[in-house]
């Protein structure tokens, strides 16, 4: 069965676009809706349907010229996401790290040399300075685009400090976590049970910032258009 105009105008602009499946399909859906609202007027003219159709996709536009601008707004929304996902991570890994921290040094004598301390203090306020910048970057990606002109850079610088996010705190997190009394002379962790959640958190939560800034990067770029 042969698509109509408007089925394969659809089809190209779907498999055109870059991002969160549930924004893409709205944006895709709201299209159609409109064509297939112009083609019905077109009918009511007079036209046959398969000329209704070809009049509405043609006076709609062609799908490279609608796609970077149906982009944008899937980018940003991708960003948003991601920027959610970063704050949200740093914060839970904050939570548990500290807890399992208070748990682990009961009854230490041990003192951190001046190394481990400005190492410590660099990553925790690294982490509120994130956690901060993360939750700017969502605003400025949802209701501030009311107020400032942000676009697929945006998105993409946004996708960018998501992977350098995990850069960083992976290395400040494995030095602090090699220096620390919790773990023995063969490397292993001898903490409580909460160190071993902080431990799975330490894993899992990477993998999300890394595929959604990842995806961030991705909608920030446009495909060539499906034709």
Not at 69 to 95: K, S
Not at 131 to 147: E, H, N, Q, S, V
Request: glycine share 8%; proline share 4%.
């Amino acid at each position: 069965m042969v698509a109509g105009p408007i089925d394969a105008y659809v089809a190209a602009l779907r498999r055109t676009l870059r991002g969160p499946r549930a924004a893409k399909a709205d944006l895709v859906t709201e299209a159609r809706d409109s064509l297939v609202d112009a083609a019905a007027r077109y009918e009511e003219d007079g036209l046959d349907r398969a000329a209704a159709e070809r009049q509405a996709v043609d006076e709609f536009g062609a799908v490279h010229e609608l796609a970077p601008d149906y982009q944008r707004e899937l980018a940003l929304a991708q960003a948003r996401r991601t920027a959610l996902i970063v704050a949200g991570a740093v914060a839970a890994q904050n939570i548990i790290s500290e807890l399992a921290w208070r748990g682990a040094s009961t009854g230490w004598s041990w003192e951190p040399d001046r190394f481990y301390a400005v190492l410590a203090n660099t990553v925790d306020y690294a982490s509120y300075a994130v956690f901060a910048g993360a939750l700017l970057a969502a605003l400025a990606c949802g209701i501030g685009t009311r107020f400032v002109t942000v676009g697929r850079q945006f998105a993409r610088v946004t996708g960018i400090a998501a992977l350098a996010t995990v850069a960083f705190f992976a290395v400040g997190g494995t030095l602090l976590s090699a220096l620390s009394p919790t773990w023995d002379a063969a490397g292993a962790a001898t903490g409580s049970p909460l160190q071993l959640v902080s431990n799975s958190l330490a894993l899992t939560l990477p993998g999300c910032m890394i595929f959604s800034g990842l995806r961030s990067i991705r909608a920030a770029t446009t495909a060539p258009a499906s034709t």
